[in-house]
């Protein structure tokens, strides 16, 4: 892969902290953290100690979920409390690609920030972005405790407030419904940077498969698919590079 292009900002590490923010409030991290009862877990991707907030047990939260619930979240299902198998490919290959450092780095979709925390490993500048506002506050406290600063954007991807330019974009798993490879793709053509760049990570889910048709409808470029390494019971990984066309 190419070096990434970008605006040649400071790493994130030196930027201001934020809290998440999102239909106009923002949420303590330290908070989501005491109240969830998360705990520290500490992850070795390609060689590289990374810590992050995970919750006891993230099944919990499938095996809570109401009708009420499911119905008042758009039909979301809870996936964003586990770590998949694809969120560690694409750390993966952030932590081993071309340098990230002072770029604009999104991790659309972030759940528990895994990605997100790569880059910012690299010093890049890091925005995190999930539907649900306890998944960005844990990453947010994650990132915080890591001694990084990042920015936190709790929102749904089809209906983002005014964000910036970036000049990457992180998806793990992020096409596991057929209605989100249009949208992701709708995303990325209003956010990637001139020269940007948004790498898709997925284990070979079915609605994956017509992404690319998505993003050339969307009127960017599909630079590339790599087969990643299998991961547990994922055993076909795929990369998606995205740009402008």
Request: proline share 9%; charged share 25%.
């Given at each position: 892969m190419?070096d990434?292009?970008?605006s040649?900002?400071?790493p994130?590490?030196?930027?201001?902290?934020?809290?998440?923010?999102?239909?106009?409030?923002?949420?303590?991290?330290?908070?989501?953290?005491?109240?969830?009862?998360?705990?520290?877990?500490?992850?070795v991707?390609?060689?590289?100690?990374?810590?992050?907030?995970?919750?006891?047990d993230p099944?919990?939260?499938?095996?809570?979920?109401?009708q009420?619930?499911?119905?008042?979240?758009?039909?979301r299902?809870?996936?964003?409390?586990?770590?998949?198998?694809?969120?560690?490919?694409?750390?993966?290959?952030?932590?081993t690609g071309?340098?990230?450092?002072?770029?604009?780095?999104l991790?659309?979709?972030?759940?528990?920030?895994l990605?997100?925390?790569?880059?910012?490993e690299?010093g890049?500048?890091?925005?995190f972005?999930?539907?649900?506002?306890?998944?960005?506050?844990?990453?947010?406290?994650?990132?915080?405790?890591?001694g990084?600063?990042?920015?936190?954007?709790a929102?749904d991807?089809?209906?983002p407030?005014?964000?910036?330019?970036?000049?990457l974009?992180?998806g793990?798993?992020?096409?596991?419904?057929e209605?989100?490879g249009?949208?992701?793709?709708?995303?990325?053509?209003?956010?990637?940077?001139?020269?940007?760049?948004?790498?898709?990570?997925?284990?070979?889910?079915?609605?994956?498969?017509?992404?690319?048709?998505?993003?050339?409808?969307?009127?960017l470029?599909?630079?590339?698919?790599?087969?990643?390494?299998?991961?547990?019971?994922?055993?076909?990984?795929?990369?998606?590079?995205?740009?402008?066309?």
């Amino acid at each position: 892969m190419a070096d990434l292009g970008g605006s040649g900002t400071t790493p994130g590490r030196d930027a201001e902290p934020s809290e998440p923010a999102g239909a106009g409030r923002s949420i303590s991290p330290g908070a989501v953290v005491r109240r969830r009862g998360a705990r520290t877990d500490r992850i070795v991707v390609a060689g590289r100690a990374l810590s992050l907030f995970v919750l006891p047990d993230p099944d919990a939260l499938l095996d809570a979920l109401t009708q009420e619930e499911f119905d008042r979240n758009d039909g979301r299902m809870p996936y964003w409390a586990t770590l998949w198998p694809s969120a560690f490919a694409l750390a993966e290959a952030v932590l081993t690609g071309p340098s990230v450092a002072g770029r604009r780095v999104l991790d659309l979709g972030c759940g528990l920030g895994l990605c997100g925390l790569a880059a910012l490993e690299r010093g890049a500048r890091v925005t995190f972005l999930d539907w649900e506002p306890d998944a960005v506050a844990l990453a947010t406290a994650s990132a915080h405790a890591a001694g990084g600063s990042v920015e936190a954007v709790a929102c749904d991807w089809r209906a983002p407030p005014p964000l910036p330019p970036f000049d990457l974009v992180l998806g793990a798993d992020v096409l596991y419904e057929e209605r989100n490879g249009p949208a992701v793709a709708v995303f990325l053509a209003r956010h990637l940077a001139p020269r940007g760049e948004a790498w898709v990570a997925d284990p070979g889910r079915r609605h994956a498969e017509r992404f690319p048709d998505d993003v050339r409808a969307a009127g960017l470029a599909f630079l590339e698919r790599r087969a990643l390494p299998p991961r547990d019971d994922a055993k076909s990984l795929v990369l998606w590079r995205v740009g402008r066309a």
